[in-house]
Protein backbone atom coordinates (compact mmCIF):
# COMPACT_ATOMS: atom_id res chain seq x y z
CA UNK A 1 0.00 0.00 0.00
CA UNK A 2 1.69 2.81 -1.41
CA UNK A 3 -0.74 5.67 -1.08
CA UNK A 4 -3.87 5.34 1.17
CA UNK A 5 -6.74 6.11 -0.93
CA UNK A 6 -9.13 8.08 0.69
CA UNK A 7 -13.22 8.06 -0.77
CA UNK A 8 -14.79 11.51 -0.46
CA UNK A 9 -17.61 10.30 1.72
CA UNK A 10 -15.32 9.16 4.15
CA UNK A 11 -13.77 12.64 4.65
CA UNK A 12 -14.98 15.12 7.79
CA UNK A 13 -17.25 18.25 6.69
CA UNK A 14 -13.45 19.99 6.22
CA UNK A 15 -12.85 17.59 3.65
CA UNK A 16 -9.67 17.22 5.59
CA UNK A 17 -9.99 15.14 8.64
CA UNK A 18 -10.66 11.20 8.25
CA UNK A 19 -10.76 8.70 11.14
CA UNK A 20 -9.45 5.20 9.46
CA UNK A 21 -10.96 2.51 11.17
CA UNK A 22 -10.35 -0.73 8.82
CA UNK A 23 -7.16 -2.68 6.77
CA UNK A 24 -5.67 0.67 6.11
CA UNK A 25 -5.38 1.59 9.78
CA UNK A 26 -4.21 -1.39 10.23
CA UNK A 27 -1.58 -0.99 7.55
CA UNK A 28 -0.73 2.70 9.14
CA UNK A 29 -0.06 1.08 12.38
CA UNK A 30 1.29 -2.54 12.24
CA UNK A 31 3.23 -2.22 8.68
CA UNK A 32 4.65 1.53 8.84
CA UNK A 33 3.85 1.62 12.40
CA UNK A 34 3.49 5.42 12.27
CA UNK A 35 3.14 7.92 15.11
CA UNK A 36 1.69 11.21 15.69
CA UNK A 37 3.03 13.91 13.88
CA UNK A 38 4.16 11.32 11.02
CA UNK A 39 2.96 11.92 7.11
CA UNK A 40 1.77 9.44 5.33
CA UNK A 41 0.63 9.63 1.00
CA UNK A 42 -2.89 9.79 0.52
CA UNK A 43 -5.23 10.27 -2.26
CA UNK A 44 -8.63 11.04 -2.69
CA UNK A 45 -10.34 8.75 -5.22
CA UNK A 46 -11.12 10.57 -8.27
CA UNK A 47 -9.75 13.34 -6.91
CA UNK A 48 -6.14 15.02 -5.84
CA UNK A 49 -3.17 13.18 -4.45
CA UNK A 50 -2.11 14.85 -0.99
CA UNK A 51 -0.10 13.66 2.52
CA UNK A 52 -2.21 12.77 5.83
CA UNK A 53 -0.66 13.99 9.03
CA UNK A 54 -1.19 11.38 11.75
CA UNK A 55 -3.13 13.57 14.44
CA UNK A 56 -4.31 10.49 16.88
CA UNK A 57 -4.05 6.65 17.08
CA UNK A 58 -6.72 5.25 19.31
CA UNK A 59 -8.09 2.57 20.10
CA UNK A 60 -10.69 2.63 17.20
CA UNK A 61 -8.49 4.09 14.69
CA UNK A 62 -6.50 6.14 12.96
CA UNK A 63 -7.20 10.23 12.60
CA UNK A 64 -5.61 11.61 9.48
CA UNK A 65 -5.61 15.22 8.62
CA UNK A 66 -5.45 15.63 4.66
CA UNK A 67 -3.32 18.63 2.89
CA UNK A 68 -4.38 17.98 -1.12
CA UNK A 69 -2.78 19.15 -3.92
CA UNK A 70 -4.15 21.69 -6.20
CA UNK A 71 -4.18 19.56 -9.25
CA UNK A 72 -6.11 16.20 -9.80
CA UNK A 73 -3.81 13.60 -11.71
CA UNK A 74 -4.86 12.75 -15.12
CA UNK A 75 -7.11 9.70 -16.37
CA UNK A 76 -4.77 7.31 -17.96
CA UNK A 77 -4.80 7.80 -22.06
CA UNK A 78 -5.72 4.07 -23.06
CA UNK A 79 -8.48 2.12 -22.68
CA UNK A 80 -9.01 -1.56 -22.73
CA UNK A 81 -11.63 -3.64 -24.28
CA UNK A 82 -11.57 -6.78 -23.36
CA UNK A 83 -12.80 -10.53 -24.01
CA UNK A 84 -14.03 -11.99 -20.81
CA UNK A 85 -11.23 -14.05 -19.68
CA UNK A 86 -11.10 -17.01 -17.09
CA UNK A 87 -12.21 -15.93 -13.70
CA UNK A 88 -9.30 -17.25 -12.38
CA UNK A 89 -7.58 -14.78 -14.75
CA UNK A 90 -9.79 -11.76 -14.57
CA UNK A 91 -9.59 -12.34 -10.92
CA UNK A 92 -5.94 -11.16 -10.83
CA UNK A 93 -6.06 -8.89 -13.50
CA UNK A 94 -7.95 -5.55 -11.87
CA UNK A 95 -5.45 -4.59 -9.66
CA UNK A 96 -2.88 -5.04 -11.95
CA UNK A 97 -5.01 -2.96 -15.09
CA UNK A 98 -5.21 -0.12 -12.33
CA UNK A 99 -1.68 -0.31 -11.24
CA UNK A 100 -0.33 -0.17 -14.92
CA UNK A 101 -3.17 2.82 -15.80
CA UNK A 102 -6.27 2.50 -18.14
CA UNK A 103 -9.52 5.06 -17.92
CA UNK A 104 -12.48 2.94 -19.17
CA UNK A 105 -12.50 -1.07 -18.92
CA UNK A 106 -14.68 -2.74 -21.41
CA UNK A 107 -15.71 -6.02 -20.89
CA UNK A 108 -17.08 -7.74 -23.67
CA UNK A 109 -18.09 -11.29 -24.57
CA UNK A 110 -17.00 -13.11 -28.04
CA UNK A 111 -16.96 -16.13 -29.47
CA UNK A 112 -14.47 -17.97 -28.00
CA UNK A 113 -15.46 -16.83 -24.60
CA UNK A 114 -17.19 -19.52 -22.55
CA UNK A 115 -20.89 -18.66 -21.89
CA UNK A 116 -20.77 -19.84 -18.08
CA UNK A 117 -17.71 -16.95 -17.09
CA UNK A 118 -20.04 -14.16 -17.14
CA UNK A 119 -21.97 -15.94 -13.78
CA UNK A 120 -18.37 -15.28 -12.19
CA UNK A 121 -18.27 -13.14 -8.97
CA UNK A 122 -15.02 -11.39 -10.19
CA UNK A 123 -17.61 -9.66 -12.44
CA UNK A 124 -19.35 -7.80 -9.70
CA UNK A 125 -19.50 -4.50 -9.11
CA UNK A 126 -18.20 -4.48 -5.45
CA UNK A 127 -15.70 -6.75 -6.23
CA UNK A 128 -14.19 -4.82 -9.27
CA UNK A 129 -14.29 -1.91 -7.06
CA UNK A 130 -12.03 -3.61 -4.20
CA UNK A 131 -9.48 -5.37 -6.54
CA UNK A 132 -9.12 -1.70 -8.54
CA UNK A 133 -8.68 0.20 -5.24
CA UNK A 134 -6.33 -2.06 -4.61
CA UNK A 135 -4.19 -1.08 -7.46
CA UNK A 136 -4.46 2.36 -7.23
CA UNK A 137 -3.18 1.95 -3.15
CA UNK A 138 -0.22 0.10 -4.76
CA UNK A 139 0.62 2.38 -7.74
CA UNK A 140 -0.08 5.80 -6.26
CA UNK A 141 -2.92 7.18 -8.87
CA UNK A 142 -6.02 8.02 -7.33
CA UNK A 143 -8.30 7.77 -11.20
CA UNK A 144 -10.86 4.87 -10.72
CA UNK A 145 -11.29 2.83 -14.14
CA UNK A 146 -14.67 2.62 -15.07
CA UNK A 147 -16.16 -0.72 -16.23
CA UNK A 148 -18.62 -2.18 -18.18
CA UNK A 149 -19.52 -5.59 -18.97
CA UNK A 150 -21.09 -5.82 -22.75
CA UNK A 151 -23.10 -8.93 -24.03
CA UNK A 152 -22.25 -8.54 -27.25
CA UNK A 153 -19.47 -7.63 -28.94
CA UNK A 154 -21.42 -6.26 -32.26
CA UNK A 155 -23.94 -3.59 -29.98
CA UNK A 156 -20.71 -2.15 -28.02
CA UNK A 157 -19.02 -1.47 -31.65
CA UNK A 158 -21.98 -0.13 -33.08
CA UNK A 159 -23.31 1.35 -30.23
CA UNK A 160 -22.93 5.19 -29.26
CA UNK A 161 -19.61 5.43 -28.18
CA UNK A 162 -18.53 7.89 -31.05
CA UNK A 163 -17.70 11.11 -28.59
CA UNK A 164 -15.36 8.55 -26.81
CA UNK A 165 -13.38 7.91 -29.46
CA UNK A 166 -12.43 10.85 -31.53
CA UNK A 167 -8.78 11.61 -31.13
CA UNK A 168 -8.15 8.44 -30.36
CA UNK A 169 -6.10 5.20 -32.08
CA UNK A 170 -8.01 2.21 -32.28
CA UNK A 171 -6.10 -1.10 -31.81
CA UNK A 172 -6.89 -4.82 -31.96
CA UNK A 173 -4.05 -6.97 -30.63
CA UNK A 174 -4.31 -9.99 -33.07
CA UNK A 175 -0.89 -11.84 -32.96
CA UNK A 176 -1.13 -13.98 -36.26
CA UNK A 177 -1.27 -10.43 -38.01
CA UNK A 178 -1.37 -7.42 -38.15
CA UNK A 179 1.60 -4.41 -38.15
CA UNK A 180 4.38 -4.71 -35.30
CA UNK A 181 3.03 -2.14 -32.63
CA UNK A 182 7.14 -1.70 -32.77
CA UNK A 183 6.39 -0.49 -36.83
CA UNK A 184 3.22 1.01 -36.18
CA UNK A 185 3.71 3.38 -32.78
CA UNK A 186 6.56 5.24 -34.10
CA UNK A 187 3.95 6.79 -37.04
CA UNK A 188 1.24 8.02 -35.07
CA UNK A 189 0.88 10.30 -31.78
CA UNK A 190 -2.74 10.11 -30.76
CA UNK A 191 -4.48 11.46 -27.56
CA UNK A 192 -5.87 8.35 -26.39
CA UNK A 193 -5.55 4.61 -27.35
CA UNK A 194 -8.42 2.00 -27.09
CA UNK A 195 -6.77 -1.77 -27.02
CA UNK A 196 -8.68 -4.71 -27.68
CA UNK A 197 -7.57 -7.80 -26.65
CA UNK A 198 -9.15 -11.40 -27.38
CA UNK A 199 -9.93 -14.31 -25.49
CA UNK A 200 -7.89 -17.22 -25.56
CA UNK A 201 -7.85 -18.83 -28.73
CA UNK A 202 -8.19 -15.23 -30.25
CA UNK A 203 -10.64 -13.09 -32.04
CA UNK A 204 -12.67 -15.01 -34.68
CA UNK A 205 -12.48 -14.12 -38.99
CA UNK A 206 -15.67 -12.27 -38.04
CA UNK A 207 -14.66 -10.25 -35.29
CA UNK A 208 -11.65 -9.19 -36.52
CA UNK A 209 -13.61 -8.09 -39.68
CA UNK A 210 -15.90 -6.39 -37.28
CA UNK A 211 -13.49 -4.77 -35.72
CA UNK A 212 -11.94 -3.41 -38.89
CA UNK A 213 -15.45 -1.84 -40.08
CA UNK A 214 -14.85 0.20 -36.77
CA UNK A 215 -12.06 1.20 -37.26
CA UNK A 216 -9.63 -0.50 -35.24
CA UNK A 217 -6.11 -1.29 -37.01
CA UNK A 218 -4.83 -4.81 -36.38
CA UNK A 219 -1.44 -5.00 -34.27
CA UNK A 220 0.50 -7.23 -32.81
CA UNK A 221 3.45 -7.59 -30.66
CA UNK A 222 6.12 -10.11 -32.30
CA UNK A 223 5.19 -13.44 -33.06
CA UNK A 224 4.27 -14.78 -29.56
CA UNK A 225 1.11 -15.59 -28.54
CA UNK A 226 0.55 -14.89 -25.11
CA UNK A 227 -2.24 -15.42 -22.54
CA UNK A 228 -4.96 -12.83 -22.66
CA UNK A 229 -3.66 -11.39 -18.87
CA UNK A 230 0.03 -11.48 -20.43
CA UNK A 231 -1.01 -9.60 -23.46
CA UNK A 232 -2.93 -6.75 -21.60
CA UNK A 233 -0.07 -6.27 -18.85
CA UNK A 234 2.60 -5.99 -22.20
CA UNK A 235 0.32 -3.76 -24.19
CA UNK A 236 -0.75 -1.44 -21.66
CA UNK A 237 2.76 -0.98 -20.97
CA UNK A 238 4.36 -0.70 -24.67
CA UNK A 239 1.26 1.71 -25.28
CA UNK A 240 1.66 4.46 -22.55
CA UNK A 241 5.06 4.33 -23.12
CA UNK A 242 4.79 5.20 -26.59
CA UNK A 243 2.26 7.95 -25.03
CA UNK A 244 4.60 9.30 -23.05
CA UNK A 245 7.03 9.36 -25.71
CA UNK A 246 4.59 10.91 -28.49
CA UNK A 247 3.85 13.56 -25.67
CA UNK A 248 7.96 14.66 -25.48
CA UNK A 249 9.04 14.95 -29.00
CA UNK A 250 5.25 16.63 -30.06
CA UNK B 1 -0.95 -25.15 -25.74
CA UNK B 2 -0.52 -23.16 -29.06
CA UNK B 3 3.02 -25.57 -29.75
CA UNK B 4 3.84 -29.33 -28.82
CA UNK B 5 7.92 -28.32 -27.29
CA UNK B 6 9.40 -31.99 -27.64
CA UNK B 7 12.63 -32.56 -25.97
CA UNK B 8 15.55 -34.31 -28.36
CA UNK B 9 15.91 -37.18 -25.74
CA UNK B 10 11.93 -38.29 -26.73
CA UNK B 11 13.01 -38.05 -30.00
CA UNK B 12 13.56 -41.59 -31.96
CA UNK B 13 17.22 -42.28 -33.75
CA UNK B 14 16.03 -40.71 -36.43
CA UNK B 15 15.52 -36.89 -34.97
CA UNK B 16 11.63 -37.22 -36.51
CA UNK B 17 9.58 -39.74 -34.99
CA UNK B 18 8.28 -39.33 -31.58
CA UNK B 19 5.45 -40.91 -29.32
CA UNK B 20 3.27 -38.67 -26.84
CA UNK B 21 2.05 -40.29 -24.03
CA UNK B 22 1.75 -37.14 -21.66
CA UNK B 23 -0.38 -34.16 -21.07
CA UNK B 24 0.80 -33.32 -24.53
CA UNK B 25 -1.39 -36.09 -26.00
CA UNK B 26 -4.23 -35.73 -23.76
CA UNK B 27 -4.15 -32.44 -25.51
CA UNK B 28 -4.02 -33.36 -28.88
CA UNK B 29 -6.94 -36.08 -28.64
CA UNK B 30 -9.66 -33.77 -25.89
CA UNK B 31 -8.77 -30.36 -27.19
CA UNK B 32 -7.56 -30.63 -31.12
CA UNK B 33 -9.13 -33.83 -32.07
CA UNK B 34 -6.64 -34.55 -34.13
CA UNK B 35 -7.06 -37.26 -36.36
CA UNK B 36 -3.70 -39.53 -38.65
CA UNK B 37 -2.50 -37.20 -41.03
CA UNK B 38 -3.34 -33.77 -39.33
CA UNK B 39 -0.28 -31.46 -38.51
CA UNK B 40 0.63 -29.79 -35.53
CA UNK B 41 3.18 -26.85 -34.57
CA UNK B 42 6.03 -28.51 -32.78
CA UNK B 43 8.85 -27.18 -31.38
CA UNK B 44 12.49 -29.08 -30.38
CA UNK B 45 13.34 -27.61 -26.85
CA UNK B 46 16.29 -24.88 -27.71
CA UNK B 47 15.73 -26.15 -30.90
CA UNK B 48 14.30 -25.49 -34.39
CA UNK B 49 10.11 -25.03 -34.97
CA UNK B 50 8.32 -27.58 -36.98
CA UNK B 51 5.26 -29.91 -37.75
CA UNK B 52 4.37 -32.64 -36.24
CA UNK B 53 1.84 -35.16 -38.35
CA UNK B 54 -0.04 -37.31 -36.77
CA UNK B 55 0.59 -40.74 -38.15
CA UNK B 56 -0.95 -42.89 -35.43
CA UNK B 57 -3.43 -42.61 -32.89
CA UNK B 58 -3.08 -45.74 -30.30
CA UNK B 59 -4.43 -46.85 -27.15
CA UNK B 60 -0.70 -45.74 -25.29
CA UNK B 61 -0.28 -42.06 -27.41
CA UNK B 62 -0.10 -40.91 -29.95
CA UNK B 63 2.76 -40.85 -32.87
CA UNK B 64 3.59 -38.01 -34.56
CA UNK B 65 6.35 -37.35 -37.56
CA UNK B 66 8.34 -34.10 -37.37
CA UNK B 67 9.66 -32.20 -39.97
CA UNK B 68 12.09 -29.30 -38.73
CA UNK B 69 13.08 -25.73 -39.93
CA UNK B 70 16.18 -25.14 -40.92
CA UNK B 71 17.15 -22.25 -38.68
CA UNK B 72 16.54 -22.11 -34.91
CA UNK B 73 15.07 -19.21 -33.56
CA UNK B 74 17.26 -16.50 -31.62
CA UNK B 75 17.91 -16.52 -27.87
CA UNK B 76 15.59 -13.76 -26.55
CA UNK B 77 17.43 -10.56 -26.54
CA UNK B 78 16.65 -8.99 -22.91
CA UNK B 79 17.77 -11.11 -19.66
CA UNK B 80 16.44 -10.50 -16.17
CA UNK B 81 17.99 -10.00 -12.72
CA UNK B 82 15.23 -10.62 -10.42
CA UNK B 83 15.17 -10.07 -6.81
CA UNK B 84 13.10 -12.70 -5.20
CA UNK B 85 9.64 -11.80 -5.12
CA UNK B 86 7.03 -13.55 -2.89
CA UNK B 87 7.09 -17.45 -3.86
CA UNK B 88 3.17 -17.35 -4.20
CA UNK B 89 4.08 -14.37 -7.54
CA UNK B 90 7.47 -16.29 -8.77
CA UNK B 91 5.13 -19.39 -9.41
CA UNK B 92 3.31 -17.55 -11.44
CA UNK B 93 5.47 -15.47 -12.73
CA UNK B 94 7.86 -17.99 -14.36
CA UNK B 95 5.39 -19.21 -17.84
CA UNK B 96 4.59 -15.72 -18.32
CA UNK B 97 8.59 -14.71 -18.30
CA UNK B 98 9.03 -17.61 -20.65
CA UNK B 99 5.97 -16.75 -23.25
CA UNK B 100 6.76 -12.89 -23.25
CA UNK B 101 10.76 -13.94 -23.80
CA UNK B 102 14.06 -14.03 -21.67
CA UNK B 103 17.22 -15.51 -22.41
CA UNK B 104 18.51 -15.45 -18.39
CA UNK B 105 16.42 -14.92 -15.41
CA UNK B 106 19.56 -14.46 -12.87
CA UNK B 107 17.19 -14.55 -9.22
CA UNK B 108 19.06 -13.07 -6.18
CA UNK B 109 18.61 -11.97 -2.68
CA UNK B 110 18.25 -8.37 -1.80
CA UNK B 111 18.29 -6.65 1.54
CA UNK B 112 13.99 -6.46 1.36
CA UNK B 113 13.85 -9.60 0.45
CA UNK B 114 12.65 -12.14 3.37
CA UNK B 115 15.03 -14.87 4.16
CA UNK B 116 12.26 -18.04 4.10
CA UNK B 117 11.35 -16.88 0.52
CA UNK B 118 14.59 -18.92 -0.98
CA UNK B 119 12.97 -22.17 1.15
CA UNK B 120 10.43 -22.37 -1.59
CA UNK B 121 9.50 -25.18 -3.95
CA UNK B 122 8.88 -22.83 -6.84
CA UNK B 123 12.70 -22.04 -6.79
CA UNK B 124 13.37 -25.98 -7.35
CA UNK B 125 14.59 -27.02 -10.61
CA UNK B 126 12.34 -29.33 -12.14
CA UNK B 127 9.12 -26.95 -10.86
CA UNK B 128 11.04 -23.95 -13.01
CA UNK B 129 11.57 -26.20 -15.41
CA UNK B 130 7.78 -27.11 -16.13
CA UNK B 131 6.58 -23.68 -15.59
CA UNK B 132 8.49 -22.19 -18.21
CA UNK B 133 8.23 -25.19 -20.77
CA UNK B 134 4.45 -24.33 -20.01
CA UNK B 135 4.88 -20.70 -20.83
CA UNK B 136 7.26 -21.83 -24.39
CA UNK B 137 4.14 -23.91 -25.36
CA UNK B 138 1.62 -20.99 -25.33
CA UNK B 139 4.01 -18.80 -26.77
CA UNK B 140 5.42 -20.75 -29.47
CA UNK B 141 9.40 -20.42 -29.35
CA UNK B 142 11.66 -22.96 -28.65
CA UNK B 143 13.96 -21.32 -25.95
CA UNK B 144 14.29 -22.27 -22.77
CA UNK B 145 15.05 -19.19 -20.52
CA UNK B 146 18.53 -20.15 -17.96
CA UNK B 147 18.21 -19.54 -14.60
CA UNK B 148 20.05 -19.13 -11.94
CA UNK B 149 19.70 -18.34 -8.00
CA UNK B 150 22.20 -16.01 -6.08
CA UNK B 151 22.22 -15.80 -2.73
CA UNK B 152 24.07 -12.44 -2.73
CA UNK B 153 24.02 -9.54 -5.04
CA UNK B 154 27.29 -8.23 -4.63
CA UNK B 155 28.77 -11.02 -5.36
CA UNK B 156 26.74 -12.16 -8.25
CA UNK B 157 27.78 -8.22 -9.59
CA UNK B 158 31.17 -8.29 -8.89
CA UNK B 159 31.50 -11.68 -10.86
CA UNK B 160 32.83 -12.96 -13.71
CA UNK B 161 29.72 -12.45 -16.19
CA UNK B 162 31.79 -9.81 -17.88
CA UNK B 163 31.79 -11.63 -21.26
CA UNK B 164 27.53 -12.22 -21.44
CA UNK B 165 27.84 -7.93 -20.50
CA UNK B 166 29.34 -6.88 -23.94
CA UNK B 167 26.84 -5.08 -26.04
CA UNK B 168 24.28 -5.26 -23.57
CA UNK B 169 22.45 -2.42 -22.07
CA UNK B 170 22.22 -2.75 -18.02
CA UNK B 171 19.12 -1.28 -16.50
CA UNK B 172 18.04 -0.98 -12.85
CA UNK B 173 14.29 -0.46 -12.74
CA UNK B 174 13.41 2.45 -9.82
CA UNK B 175 10.01 4.28 -9.66
CA UNK B 176 11.00 6.74 -7.31
CA UNK B 177 13.93 8.02 -9.77
CA UNK B 178 15.77 7.37 -12.87
CA UNK B 179 15.29 8.27 -16.53
CA UNK B 180 12.07 7.43 -17.88
CA UNK B 181 12.40 4.89 -20.26
CA UNK B 182 10.44 6.60 -23.10
CA UNK B 183 13.49 9.13 -22.63
CA UNK B 184 16.13 6.69 -22.62
CA UNK B 185 15.16 3.59 -25.54
CA UNK B 186 15.51 6.42 -28.07
CA UNK B 187 19.16 6.90 -27.88
CA UNK B 188 20.39 3.86 -27.68
CA UNK B 189 20.49 0.98 -29.75
CA UNK B 190 21.86 -2.04 -27.83
CA UNK B 191 21.92 -5.76 -29.15
CA UNK B 192 21.14 -6.88 -25.55
CA UNK B 193 19.98 -5.76 -22.35
CA UNK B 194 19.63 -6.75 -18.75
CA UNK B 195 17.07 -5.23 -16.89
CA UNK B 196 17.61 -5.38 -12.80
CA UNK B 197 13.59 -5.60 -11.26
CA UNK B 198 13.93 -5.10 -6.81
CA UNK B 199 11.39 -6.29 -4.42
CA UNK B 200 8.80 -5.16 -2.82
CA UNK B 201 9.38 -1.78 -1.19
CA UNK B 202 12.40 -1.53 -3.95
CA UNK B 203 16.14 -1.69 -3.90
CA UNK B 204 17.51 0.00 -1.30
CA UNK B 205 20.32 3.13 -1.25
CA UNK B 206 23.48 0.85 -1.07
CA UNK B 207 22.12 -1.66 -3.87
CA UNK B 208 21.21 1.13 -6.38
CA UNK B 209 24.87 2.53 -5.57
CA UNK B 210 26.30 -1.07 -5.83
CA UNK B 211 23.99 -1.10 -9.72
CA UNK B 212 25.17 2.21 -10.48
CA UNK B 213 28.72 1.05 -9.51
CA UNK B 214 28.49 -1.90 -12.18
CA UNK B 215 27.25 0.08 -14.97
CA UNK B 216 23.42 0.08 -14.65
CA UNK B 217 21.51 2.91 -15.58
CA UNK B 218 18.35 3.71 -13.24
CA UNK B 219 15.69 3.90 -15.51
CA UNK B 220 11.84 3.68 -14.74
CA UNK B 221 8.30 3.44 -16.44
CA UNK B 222 6.55 6.89 -14.86
CA UNK B 223 5.97 7.40 -11.32
CA UNK B 224 3.45 4.56 -10.72
CA UNK B 225 4.67 1.73 -8.66
CA UNK B 226 4.38 -1.56 -9.92
CA UNK B 227 4.27 -4.59 -7.80
CA UNK B 228 7.26 -6.54 -8.64
CA UNK B 229 5.57 -9.16 -10.84
CA UNK B 230 3.79 -6.39 -13.05
CA UNK B 231 6.97 -4.51 -13.40
CA UNK B 232 8.98 -7.59 -14.64
CA UNK B 233 6.45 -8.37 -17.45
CA UNK B 234 5.64 -4.57 -18.28
CA UNK B 235 9.28 -3.44 -18.40
CA UNK B 236 10.40 -6.54 -20.74
CA UNK B 237 7.36 -6.05 -23.11
CA UNK B 238 8.63 -2.18 -23.46
CA UNK B 239 12.12 -3.20 -23.57
CA UNK B 240 11.35 -6.18 -25.96
CA UNK B 241 9.86 -3.46 -28.47
CA UNK B 242 12.35 -1.29 -28.30
CA UNK B 243 14.54 -3.41 -29.92
CA UNK B 244 12.69 -4.50 -32.30
CA UNK B 245 12.33 -0.89 -33.07
CA UNK B 246 16.27 -0.53 -32.83
CA UNK B 247 16.97 -3.50 -35.50
CA UNK B 248 14.34 -1.91 -38.00
CA UNK B 249 15.64 1.78 -38.18
CA UNK B 250 19.71 0.78 -38.02
Chains 1, 2 share one sequence.
Request: aromatic share 6%.
Amino acid sequence: MNRIILEPKELEADGCEVLLTDARAAHLRRVLNVVPGQTVRVGLLDGPLGVGEVVRIEAEGVLLRCRWEPVVPEVPRVDLLLALPRPKVLKRLWAQLAALGVGRVYITNAERVERNYFDTHVLKESFIRGRLIEGLQQCGDTRLPRVSVHRRLKVLLEGDWSAEKEGCERLVAHPAGGVCLSEYIPLRHPERALLAVGPEGGWTEYELALFEKHGFASVSAGERILRSDTACLALLAILHEWMNFSTKIA
